[in-house]
């Protein structure tokens, strides 16, 4: 079966350090790209930026860029993404899905995490 | 930056049919996703490439991109397809979403 298993929901302090993942397994990791989408208390989606597990290439939504790292390794199927100082403001859930890229054609996002929940809070 | 227009909410009787829009300049230019989001739960694909149904979403889902505007269309609306729906395409190889749409069956 192919599946996204992401780690579990935290609770951390504002200021305080952070990093979550996101494991593939049932299909060929380095094959797609890992997104991640952050989805605030009762909004909608926003997409924060890919990585391509084959050679880490990255790529951001301007509005996230610098705010998160989005890292991979690709000897244990597993991305991340993480935070150097987390804010209020960080508080939501956050969701990994595969894509694929080929040439110039971007796909949908085929299959999702089941979201990890973070709380920052003092 | 490119934006992605939906009605913030659709309603649709039992077993009607439901059509939610998605508007953005040129659309019809670019390949709209849509994915459904139960309450409480990760989203999922829905419709890929303006029409095409991933294995295991039923018949009664399509899709259509013309123009400014994509549509997904829900046949015979069902209690179980409550949820919220947001369309997505790529521009210039940023991920755009919509606002989302919640569909309440009534």
């Known amino acids: 079966e192919v599946q996204l298993v992401q780690s579990g929901a935290e609770v951390k302090k504002p200021g305080e350090s952070l990093k979550i993942s996101c494991k593939g397994s049932?299909?060929?990791?380095?094959?797609?790209?890992i997104g991640w989408v952050r989805q605030m208390p009762g909004k909608g989606l926003e997409w924060m930026g890919i990585?391509?597990?084959?050679?880490?290439?990255?790529r951001y939504s301007p509005s996230f860029q610098g705010q998160v790292t989005i890292s991979a390794d690709k000897s244990i199927s597993t991305a991340y993404l993480q935070w150097s100082s987390l804010k209020a403001s960080d508080t939501a859930m956050y969701y990994c899905?595969?894509?694929?890229?080929?040439?110039?054609?971007?796909?949908?996002?085929?299959?999702w995490g089941q979201g990890t929940m973070v709380t920052v809070s003092s | 930056s490119y934006e992605l227009t939906q009605p913030l909410s659709v309603s649709v009787a039992l077993g009607q049919t439901a059509r939610i829009t998605c508007g953005g300049n040129n659309i019809g230019s670019k390949n709209v996703h849509w994915y459904q989001q139960k309450p409480g739960q990760a989203p999922v694909l829905v419709i890929y490439?303006?029409?095409n149904r991933p294995s295991g979403i039923p018949e009664r889902f399509s899709g259509s991109n013309s123009g400014n505007t994509a549509t997904l269309t829900i046949s015979r609306a069902q209690a179980g397809d409550e949820a919220d729906y947001y369309c997505q395409v790529w521009d210039s190889s940023t991920a755009v979403f919509g606002g989302g749409t919640k569909l309440t069956v009534l």
């Open positions: 899905a595969r894509v694929k890229i080929v040439g110039a054609t971007t796909d949908a996002f085929d299959i």
């Open positions: 990585i391509y597990p084959g050679d880490s290439d990255t």
């Open positions: 490439r303006d029409s």
């Open positions: 049932g299909y060929s990791f380095t094959s797609y790209w």
